[in-house]
């Protein structure tokens, strides 16, 4: 006997909910079963990267800071405009008609600039202009926060200057707020996250200057399930977690006789993807030679 020869089996989201839907013992029968369906899936997403899965979708992030600016969007904002080529790096905007405020980060084109999260919202069409150039353009289009509220968390983080990358320490909440002037220049060596719905990113010290890079690695969402002929943005060795975790989700509201059974073999499977998706990397551990010499 061959075998296939292909290596390509990927459900769609159709595929999942049938397989859900026989696990409890029922068939897939109405429209809205098919849309509670897709749902709980998301749901299901949600409590992934509570669980701190999601590997795959780390996401690495360069971000060129801009003089005397600390506070950056997790992600990307860009500001689509008319033309950007007068606008100075670092300066602030304001909108001619919303009075809506943000400063600008770098300028990709003549006819975009990606920015700080703006106090209030700017509107299509409405006229900005900057601080210190007085440059004025006019707003294309509304600004897409998509990219930084699908940010769950950052990993990690590095300052690059000059080719060579500097470790910055994250710190919490707290801390940030205890250090006395958070307006010192230098290079930043610490970084906190504030999770709200649009996640910053606060740097200490300020950037002293518009060429250092703050590179960091970002967990980012799963795509949502939006229709049942989408596949899912999973990798292959999680369609059973899936599967077995969409199950349980749906037992809860159509088959409770079988809630106990369905949710241990999603834990069960989960805990297998878990311990599957992690560092693999050697580690070891050598002891300081100051303790050494004192037990010698």
């Given at each position: 006997m061959?075998?296939s020869?292909s ?20 068939e ?33 992030v360069?971000q ?22 007068s606008?100075t790096v ?8 919303s009075s809506?405020t ?28 900057g ?29 690059r200057?000059d ?5 910055v ?36 010290p ?46 809860l509201k ?7 059974i ?21 580690i ?12 010698s």
């Amino acid at each position: 006997m061959a075998v296939s020869g292909s290596k390509d089996f990927e459900p769609n989201v159709a595929d999942y909910v049938e397989e859900a839907f026989e696990r409890c013992g029922l068939e897939l029968r109405t429209g809205y079963d098919v849309k509670t369906a897709r749902r709980s899936l998301n749901f299901l997403f949600a409590d992934w990267a509570n669980r701190g899965l999601n590997r795959w979708t780390i996401n690495q992030v360069t971000q060129t800071v801009a003089e005397d600016i600390n506070e950056y969007p997790v992600g990307t904002l860009t500001l689509s405009v008319a033309a950007s080529g007068s606008f100075t790096v670092g300066e602030t905007i304001t909108g001619g008609s919303s009075s809506a405020t943000t400063s600008i980060i770098t300028k990709p084109d003549s006819t975009s600039m990606t920015i700080t999260v703006p106090s209030g919202t700017f509107t299509s069409g409405e006229t900005i202009t900057g601080s210190s150039s007085s440059a004025t353009t006019t707003v294309s289009s509304a600004v897409s926060f998509e990219d930084v509220q699908s940010t769950i968390d950052i990993l990690s983080a590095v300052i690059r200057r000059d080719s060579t990358d500097l470790a910055v320490n994250r710190v919490s909440r707290d801390v940030y707020l205890n250090i006395p002037n958070k307006t010192t220049t230098a290079r930043p060596i610490q970084f906190y996250v504030d999770r709200q719905i649009t996640p910053v990113v606060k740097l200490w010290p300020t950037p002293e200057n518009s060429t250092d890079q703050f590179i960091y690695d970002r967990l980012i969402r799963i795509d949502d399930a939006d229709t049942s002929v989408n596949t899912v943005e999973i990798p292959f060795r999680f369609y059973p977690c899936l599967a077995a975790g969409l199950a349980y989700y749906i037992s809860l509201k159509k088959a409770p006789d079988r809630i106990q059974i369905l949710k241990a073999l999603y834990e069960e499977e989960f805990l297998r993807a878990a311990e599957e998706d992690r560092d693999k990397a050697n580690i070891s551990l050598v002891p300081s030679y100051s303790f050494v010499s004192a037990i010698s």
